[in-house]
């Protein structure tokens, strides 16, 4: 009788274990890019804090999306969208490589960014709930 219920109970102890795990509501609080500034061409990396430990954790692709925001136009801002159907000052890849365009001339932001949602604007870009930013300066 014993071996019988250390067996009922095992499985029970496996997905009682598997469902706390899977609603530890872990959310990503904020995102910060390094360097802050950049010139011409520049390997940004992205650090997130989170809701529970471990925090804060080097973000690789598999967290976060890169896109190229607008030129800087308003000192201070706090971007959180990306370019839409304009051809963007700069490119940026998922790793967060980027790079100026030969023929713009000024800065913008580069940003990473979690939790994408789509623009009604069709010529907007998206727009991230949690994200970060630096400025990349093309001379």
Request: one cysteine or more.
């Amino acid at each position: 009788m014993t071996g019988r219920c250390s067996i009922s109970v095992g499985p029970l102890l496996l997905l009682s274990l598997a469902t706390l795990s899977c609603g530890s509501g872990r959310q990503l609080q904020s995102v910060k890019i390094d360097p802050p500034a950049a010139t011409s061409q520049a390997q940004f990396t992205a650090t997130g804090t989170f809701s529970k430990p471990p925090s804060p954790v080097t973000l690789t692709s598999k967290d976060v999306s890169w896109c190229v925001g607008e030129l800087t136009s308003v000192p201070n801002a706090t971007p959180t969208a990306c370019v839409g159907n304009i051809v963007p000052f700069a490119t940026v890849d998922q790793n967060g490589m980027a790079q100026c365009n030969a023929t713009t001339h000024g800065s913008g932001y580069i940003l990473a960014g979690a939790s994408q949602m789509i623009s009604m604007n069709p010529d907007g870009g998206s727009q991230f709930k949690v994200s970060g930013y630096a400025t990349l300066t093309c001379p």
